[in-house]
């Protein structure tokens, strides 16, 4: 994992491209980091490319079941999964294989 720092991008704080974890702040939160090196860990999983095709058409099936970008994107399963643990610093070294399946369920949807 190579992580770059200080880059631009727009509306977004970072962003995870297998190997790399791209960040807007020159010095980013541990939160920040923790949230990219989630999604890192689920792209290395899922063996890279299947991660970035689940991850479009998860959202277009949610954008056309919410009819809201953001909701649609917040309710991804990678997302919640990110979202939801990003302040626990240590979940990657007790987290479970393809645990990002937990989060596909009309329960717990964020809003």
Sequence with gaps: MIILKGIKLPKISGIALWPF?????KKPNRTIINH??????????????????????????LLIKFKNT?????????EREAYENESNLNYLLNRRFWHFLSYINSNSLRK
């Design 36 to 61: 990219e090196k989630i999604h890192s860990r689920q792209q290395l999983e899922m063996l890279v490319l299947p991660f970035y095709v689940w991850y479009v058409f998860e959202w277009l099936f």
């Design 70 to 78: 953001d909701k649609a994107y917040r309710n991804i399963s990678f």
């Design 21 to 25: 974890i791209i960040l807007k702040p």
